[in-house]
Each structure stands twice: as structure tokens, then as C-alpha cells.
């Protein structure tokens, strides 16, 4: 090949080199990678020594390698150059370049080197936390003339990135002006936005910059010094995490949590002074569970995490935050609606929401009427208005699987190792240890340099104090001598038998002023100097005693989590197929709300500490909307242990079963989630009844009751497999609804009661278990329009009463001995009488209750009354009762509830 075509392939490669990164993966196979699967990827050797790889070999600079390719062409000594060698040897020369000096991190400190560089120029500049702000450009063109001869673009998108809360967890540089956003729209141009350093860049990384900690190399010209790596005092490169595209390799690191990383990294530390614990895999993923994403969406299960964590490789699943709302449509029509308030990590808004109109307009995504984005300043909102007859839980699963609202964060440890020259594929641990052992360096580092400084000072001192003692003949030295020089001499003679000073010392003592020489300033001396004795003990002893440094990690540890640690943004939720998490989860007890208006939250039992008697305790729900204080009424409230199953049986027959940690965890005056948000309840369905199980015990049963007078039991074991995706449990007629649910034992009793004022009593052993989805018998007979008004399951205690309360208001406690046993299917006897003339009165609610019991009466307008049930008279079956409650004209009662009793554990 002719010398002058090889130049001209060699300016090609040098083009190629510059721009093109994002084509190089194409070119794996001239290189020859061998990878193991977690040591490092070693490279073939070529077959000269021009492309051979040697990590311990001196560092040259871009402008020595450019120097040496010019010299090379211009006294090539022969008139032909081997092609497939040259390719080869450049093409070496280059992915080098890229892998080493652009695409992968530093393990040590995180960095890519376009962003140290940044970081580094900024400190140049002096553009600290404290400082004011300064326009991006001159960042942009210090970095551009010193370190980085590059494109202005790469590296203000660098820049850029570093000041993006929602790229960085936690952000590098202080941005001042428009850096973008979620939707995918470009920041700025660099003559408008301004930065700075944040606090964390300027104290974690760039604090110990100056004294000898790591190593300065040339930079590109060789006109200026720049670090080869930052002394970060925190594991970045887990930190904020990092992408990059290299030759044959990339990398993908997730963001983690600082407080997490911290606790992870004292405990290694720990571990690592004799009789310290051995730190186990298990141990540190319980430390570090999974990435905590800046942008706060929800993790799916842990097992993606404990791959990524073990092997280097693997899928993080991501879900968005949403929660179920009734939204306005109109004046006083409401309709379900999709709240999306946080998006997975990398998700860009707009896109979504073209995506998800696409499927709604393709007829692939059904159950939406509308879409819009309410987002502003203060944060993410998007509405997905949900037609009348849609499942909300429906809609929220297809557009799960058809929608970039859960996605995968596909992880890819590969970073820089053995002092930033072997491109490795790591785990956590290996991650962690290597940033421990490079911050161990640093510290001894920073001790070297610090001791030598003060060994020079000391010597210093002990100069001065020595002229202090002979001040006399070292004036008269002075003042004798014909010039400095000669007083220099003087005082360094060896020949001087009462002193002889080092050449810094004299020239310490000849820039003393007479003022100095007193006895007030030897003392500050000896002081001066018995400090410099216990630092250079201490010094010195860090040097010596790896324990010492040890020690002063963790308490450098231990400060910078309490300046800087924020609490994890995402959260991490159970997945299905997960079998282990049960198991992760602690068997806590916990107080289950469900209100009328079809709300359910979960609050730890801590949460109420325990109360005195008589005081008013807490609220354990809210209820400040007074038009919708019916709804937050309380229809069900119980204490279980976070691992019992909690059934929940709606009116259409249908039960759902689910875990009691799976329930949302909300506080004491949070309304709490939409049950269609939890379960996959129909728009028109209701839950009427809610049960926990702590275990599916054989002797016991499910009672169910329906208003049309069916009746069933069914042994409790049959719904341990029930799951949130829910089973039929009973086959219902056309209008009747399935309105109670018990559990009970063949020692029980069952006791049905009918609006028009007639109950029975029959042995719940008289009852045949029967399957699961069969209608079940008659419980007693009824006249015609007549319906089951309420079901209690009696225990046979001789203090148990029953309250009766009807739709008008009257009401009264009747002992349950009153009502004998008899068989089943009877027409029952009176349980209360109605008052004369008021023919259309029916019974509201027949409930056992203990004298301590307070209830709650909602009429049908909304009008509310809690009064005490030792306050209603007990009086006979055939009695009709006092006035409980006042009714207006066209009101009535409609539903009775017993108010949870503050002594209970629900204000333990």
C-alpha cells in the first residue's frame, strides 16, 4: 500500500475514532473478546506489539498517540504498509480509546472521564455550593480547552445529565434554568442556563482533591494536570449509576439509595476489623434490597434485584404509582378514574400518553374514555377516565402489559477496575469492596501527604525555638552579617557549637520580626509544637494501624448519612409469583378500615398506642368532606397479623382473597385506596363482607345468607387457595344479593331475622356443608315481599343481646334465650312488634351487641347518630320498642353500625 493512501486510511480511522461510538459494537470480531462470567473480559493479544494490551504499562496521552501516527506516516522507510496490520493496530488504538477514555466508569469513583472532567473544571473555577451561579458556556469551553477535545454537545449533555433529578438520584451540579424534563424536551442552550457544584459533588468528591490523594496525569497537550480519578468518599458509581455504549462491551448501573449504600458500606467495614461479622450475600441485599429509582415508581419483587446483585446481569421490573379517583364529569355526575403520579425510570410522559391513545383508537385498549395530563410543577398527573361498566383492575392490567407503565430495567455491571485500566464485570460486593479499598488508599494517602506537612512544620518550629533561646547571639549573627546570604550562612555553620540550623529553618528566622521574639510567642511555639507531636502520633499511627483507618471510615460513613441520606423513593412491592416473600415480610399486627363508600387501608397497630380509659382517643379515618361523610363512614374495622388472609365476599356472590400485607398501608386520617384499585370488583359490585383468617381450620365454616332467604355453609378450607383474582361462592337468583357472610362452628347457632318482624333460630349443625358454588337452602319462611333483614351467628353465651332497630327509628335490646331453638325452614316467632299505624316500618338492622357497645344509625339523607347501646331499654320480643333516632318526613334508617370500641386494639 502506498504511503499516501495508507495516510489516507489512517485519517479515516482517526474519523472513525471521533464519530463512530455508536457503530462500534459492529466491529467485536477484529478484537477477539474472552469473557468470564465475573472476572475481568481479557483481551486477545495482537499479533505485534504495537496492538498488544498491557494494563501495567505507563499511561500515554492522546496527544503522544496522535503524535506517533503522524511520525509514522511521514518517515515511513519503505514504499509499502501491510493493510490487515494497520487496521488491526489502529483499530486497537482505538476501541482503547473508547473503553478506557469515553464509554465505561471508573469503579472507583463513578466517573466517566467527560464528567470528572467537568466536575474537576468546575472546582478550577471555584463554582462551589456556596458560590453564586455562572453561565453553563464557560464550563463548557474550560473543559473543552483543558481536558476534553471533544464536541461542545457531548459535553454539555454531560453537564446537563449531572443536573437532572430525575436522571440522578442524586443530583452532581446545581442547574439554574430550564435542564429539561421527564417529557423528553431538551434543556437550554448553554448560554442561558447557569450551574454550580451541590454540596454532595463539592464535599464527597473534590473535598480532598489537593492533598495527594489520587494521581495527576498530563492532559491532552500536556499543558495541564488532571486527576486520573476523584477521592469519592461514597460509592457513585451505585450512587447515581451510569449507561455507556463501548467497543464489544456496555454497561447499565441502576441508581441506588445513599443512606442504603452507607449502612452496606459500615458494615463491610466492620466486618473487615478483627471480630468483626462476616457480612453474608443475604445480609447485604436485606441492606440494599433493590435500586431506588429517581423518579419514584414501584420495584416488582426482589428476585430481578438478587440476580443483578449476584451475577452482574439482570431485570429490574418497574411499575408506575397509580391509585383509583372519582373525578367530576359534570355538576353532579362522577366517574372512576386512573390516577398516574410517578413513571418508571427513563420513561418519557408524552410518549406514554401517545401510546396509550394509539391503543385506545386501535381498539386494543378498552374501558377508557378519556386521557389527559394534569401534571405541573409540583408533580406528575395523569388521568385515565374510565368508562361506567369498565373494572378499573381490568383497565389497570392491560395497560400494564401494553404500555411502558411497567417496563424492565435491564442491568449491566462492566466498569473500570485495577486502578481504572481493566474493563470487569462486577457484582455488589465486588463494587462495594473495590470503592472501600480505594477509599482505604485515599485516607492513607491523605495521611502521608498530611504528616509530611507536619514534619516540615515541626522542623520548622523547632528552629524558631531554638533561636529563641540563643536570641541574643542570633541578633548579633544577624546584624554583623554584610547581607542575607551571609546571615544564612551564619546561622547554618557547623562549626557553631551552640546551634546549627537546617537552610528552612533559617530562613524561617530571618523573616521573624523583632516583635516575634518575646517570651509570649515561645509559648505559642511550645504549644504549636506539642500539637504537632500528637498529630504526627496520630498521623503515623493511620499509617501503621489499618484498624485506625478502618475507624475512621465508618465515623466518615456515619457522617455523611446524617448530612446526606434521603429516604428510599422506591418502594418495593410483593410480586405473586414471588413464594419467598411472605417470608420477607414481618408477621406485624395490623388494623384493617374498610369504609361504606368502598375504601381500605391498612395501619400498623402501633400506630395506636395504648390509651387510658375514659380518654377520646385517635382518628382512624378521615372524615372532613361532609358531603361525603357517609362514605367515610366505617363499615368494617378488625386487627390480624400481616401474614392472615383477609375474604372479602361481594353481593353478587364472588369472593376475593388476599394477604393482609398486600392491602395499601395508609395513615390514621388517609381515606385510604378504592377497593377496585386492590381487588377487581365490578363498578356496580359491593363489598359487604370482610373476614381474616389466620388459619383454615376443618371444624370451622363459612355461613352465607342472601336477602331472598338462602342459606349455606361451607367448610372454610375450601377458599385457603382463594386468590385477588376471586371465585364464585354462591349461585344467586336474578335481584338477590348475597348481604352476609360469618364464620362458625357445628356448637353455634344461626339466627335469621326478616324485615316484617320475625326471626328463627335453628343449630348451625342442622346446616349440610355444601360446595362452594351451590345456592344453598331456605333459612326460614317468609310472606310475600318479605326479605332477610340480618344473620347472626349466636355463641350460646347467657349474656348475649340482640339490637333491633327499624327503619323508622324505634328500637330495642331483646336477650337472644328468648328465641328457642327450633328446625330450620320455620316461619320463625315475633322479634319486635311495630307501633300502631305505621304500616310501612320494617326492621333495618337485627346485630348481637354488648352492653359497652356504641353503634352508629345513618338514615337514607345522610343524617347521622351515635349513641351508646345501654342507653336502649332491653326489653321482650313482642315489645315495639323506644324512639332511637328521629326520622323526617320521607327518611328512613338505612344502615346501623357498631363503632369500633377505643379500648380494643384498635387504641392498644
Known amino acids: ?160 445529565r449531572l443536573a437532572q433529578d430525575f436522571s440522578t438520584n442524586i443530583p452532581l451540579i446545581d442547574g439554574h434554568g430550564n435542564f429539561g424534563s421527564i417529557d423528553a424536551d431538551p434543556a437550554a442552550a448553554m448560554r442561558y442556563t447557569e450551574c454550580r457544584l451541590t454540596k454532595l459533588s463539592a464535599e464527597t468528591l473534590l473535598d480532598d482533591i489537593n492533598l495527594d490523594t489520587v494521581e495527576f496525569l498530563p492532559n491532552f497537550d500536556g499543558s495541564e494536570y488532571e486527576p486520573s480519578v476523584l477521592p469519592a468518599k461514597v460509592p457513585m458509581l451505585l450512587l447515581n449509576g451510569g449507561a455507556g455504549i463501548a467497543v464489544g462491551m456496555a454497561t447499565n448501573v441502576p441508581p441506588h439509595n445513599l443512606g442504603e449504600l452507607l449502612d452496606a458500606c459500615l458494615a463491610i467495614t466492620k466486618s473487615n476489623n478483627e471480630g468483626g461479622e462476616e457480612v453474608t450475600d443475604n445480609m447485604l441485599m436485606n441492606i440494599i434490597p433493590g435500586p431506588d429509582f429517581p423518579t419514584n415508581a414501584c420495584i416488582i419483587g426482589k428476585s430481578g434485584s438478587r440476580k443483578l446483585y449476584t451475577t452482574g446481569n439482570g431485570g429490574v421490573t418497574m411499575r408506575a404509582v397509580m391509585h383509583l379517583e372519582q373525578v367530576a364529569t359534570g355538576k353532579k355526575s362522577k366517574r372512576n378514574a386512573i390516577i398516574v403520579t410517578e413513571l418508571p425510570y427513563q420513561v418519557n410522559k408524552a410518549a406514554l400518553l401517545e401510546r396509550i391513545a394509539s391503543l385506545v383508537n386501535e381498539k386494543k385498549l378498552e374501558g377508557i374514555a378519556d386521557l389527559r395530563d394534569e401534571s405541573d410543577r409540583d408533580g406528575i398527573r395523569m388521568v385515565i377516565e374510565l368508562k361506567r361498566d369498565a373494572v378499573a383492575a381490568v383497565v389497570e392490567n392491560n395497560l400494564l402489559k401494553k404500555t411502558s407503565l411497567q417496563t424492565s430495567f435491564s442491568g449491566n455491571f462492566l466498569a473500570l477496575f485495577g486502578d481504572g485500566t481493566v474493563p470487569q464485570r462486577f457484582t455488589l460486593r465486588e463494587a462495594l469492596d473495590c470503592f472501600l479499598d480505594f477509599r482505604f488508599k485515599t485516607i492513607r494517602n491523605k495521611c502521608a501527604f498530611q504528616l509530611d506537612k507536619a514534619d516540615n512544620r515541626a522542623h520548622i518550629v523547632d528552629g524558631l525555638m531554638m533561636a529563641l533561646d540563643y536570641t541574643d547571639e542570633v541578633i548579633e549573627i544577624v546584624r554583623g552579617a554584610p547581607d542575607q546570604a551571609a546571615a544564612r550562612a551564619a546561622l547554618m555553620d557547623e562549626k557553631n557549637e551552640r546551634f546549627c540550623l537546617s537552610s528552612a529553618q533559617a530562613d524561617a528566622v530571618l523573616k521573624l520580626q523583632l516583635g516575634q521574639l518575646t517570651r ?87 400506630t395506636f398506642e395504648s390509651q387510658n380509659r375514659g380518654t377520646r382517643g385517635k382518628k382512624g379515618t378521615s372524615n372532613t368532606d361532609i358531603s361525603d361523610s357517609g362514605d367515610n363512614e366505617i363499615a368494617h374495622c378488625f386487627t390480624c397479623n400481616d401474614h392472615d388472609t383477609v375474604l372479602m365476599v361481594s353481593q353478587s356472590g364472588i369472593a376475593y382473597g388476599l394477604r393482609a400485607y398486600q392491602i395499601p398501608e395508609a395513615g390514621r386520617t388517609a381515606k385510604g385506596a378504592p377497593i377496585p384499585s386492590v381487588l377487581p370488583v365490578k363498578a356496580n359490585d359491593v363489598i359487604t363482607s370482610v373476614l381474616p383468617v389466620s388459619r383454615f381450620s376443618k371444624d370451622e365454616y363459612i355461613v352465607l345468607a342472601t336477602e331472598f332467604g338462602w342459606i349455606k355453609k361451607t367448610p372454610l378450607a375450601a377458599f385457603e387457595k382463594l386468590t385477588s383474582r376471586g371465585l364464585i361462592i354462591a349461585s344467586l337468583v336474578e335481584g338477590d344479593r348475597l348481604n352476609w357472610c360469618e364464620k362458625c362452628t357445628d356448637a353455634d347457632d344461626i339466627l335469621v331475622g326478616s324485615s316484617r318482624g320475625q326471626a328463627t333460630r335453628f343449630a348451625a349443625s342442622s346446616l349440610r356443608p355444601t ?123 338505612s344502615t346501623v353500625s357498631i363503632v369500633p370500641k377505643e379500648h380494643d386494639d384498635v387504641t392498644a
Open 1 to 160: 500500500l502506498r504511503p499516501s493512501l495508507a495516510k489516507s486510511l489512517l485519517v479515516g480511522l482517526c474519523c472513525l475514532g471521533i464519530h463512530g461510538q455508536h457503530g462500534a459494537s459492529s466491529f467485536i470480531s477484529p478484537w477477539g473478546y474472552q469473557s468470564s462470567h465475573h472476572g475481568p473480559l481479557q483481551m486477545s493479544q495482537a499479533t505485534d506489539e504495537a496492538g498488544s494490551y498491557d494494563p501495567q504499562a505507563s499511561f500515554v496521552s492522546e496527544a503522544d498517540i496522535a503524535s506517533q501516527a503522524n511520525d509514522f506516516v511521514a518517515n515511513a522507510a519503505t514504499d509499502v504498509i501491510d493493510l490487515p496490520d494497520e487496521i488491526s493496530n489502529s483499530f486497537m488504538q482505538y476501541a482503547l480509546s473508547i473503553i478506557l477514555g469515553r464509554a465505561l466508569p471508573d469503579a472507583r469513583d463513578g466517573m466517566k472521564p467527560v464528567h470528572r472532567r467537568i466536575l474537576y473544571a468546575m472546582h478550577g473555577l471555584g463554582m462551589g455550593p456556596n458560590t453564586s451561579f455562572r453561565k453553563c458556556a464557560r464550563v463548557v469551553g474550560e473543559v473543552l480547552g483543558k481536558y476534553h477535545p471533544h464536541g461542545d454537545t457531548a459535553v454539555y449533555d454531560a453537564l446537563v
Open 520 to 606: 509570649l510567642n515561645g509559648n505559642k511555639l511550645t504549644d504549636e509544637r506539642n500539637t504537632l507531636t500528637e498529630n504526627q502520633t496520630n498521623l503515623r499511627n493511620l499509617i501503621t494501624n489499618d484498624g485506625a483507618v478502618r475507624d475512621v471510615m465508618v465515623e466518615e460513613f456515619g457522617a455523611l448519612k446524617n448530612k446526606f441520606a434521603q429516604p428510599r423513593k422506591t418502594k418495593i412491592l410483593p410480586d405473586e409469583d414471588e413464594k419467598l416473600d411472605i417470608d420477607l415480610v414481618q408477621n406485624e399486627r395490623s388494623v384493617i378500615v374498610v369504609t361504606r363508600g368502598g375504601y381500605i387501608k391498612r395501619m400498623p397497630l402501633k
Open 771 to 893: 360446595a362452594r358454588t351451590s345456592r344453598g337452602v331456605k333459612s326460614m319462611k317468609m310472606k310475600t315481599h318479605d326479605k332477610i333483614a340480618d344473620m347472626n351467628v349466636l355463641t350460646g353465651k347467657d349474656d348475649e343481646c340482640l339490637l333491633v332497630v327499624t327503619t323508622e327509628g324505634y328500637g330495642k335490646r331483646v336477650k337472644t334465650s328468648e328465641f328457642r331453638t327450633t328446625a330450620r325452614g320455620g316461619s320463625g316467632v315475633i322479634a319486635i312488634k311495630f307501633k300502631a299505624g305505621r304500616l310501612d316500618d320494617r326492621i333495618s338492622t337485627m346485630r348481637v351487641v354488648d352492653e359497652e357497645d356504641e353503634i352508629m344509625l345513618i338514615t337514607s339523607q345522610g343524617v347521622m347518630v351515635r349513641q351508646r347501646v345501654k342507653d336502649i331499654s332491653c326489653q321482650g320480643r313482642s315489645a315495639t320498642g323506644v324512639l332511637v333516632q328521629k326520622v323526617g318526613k320521607g327518611d328512613r334508617i
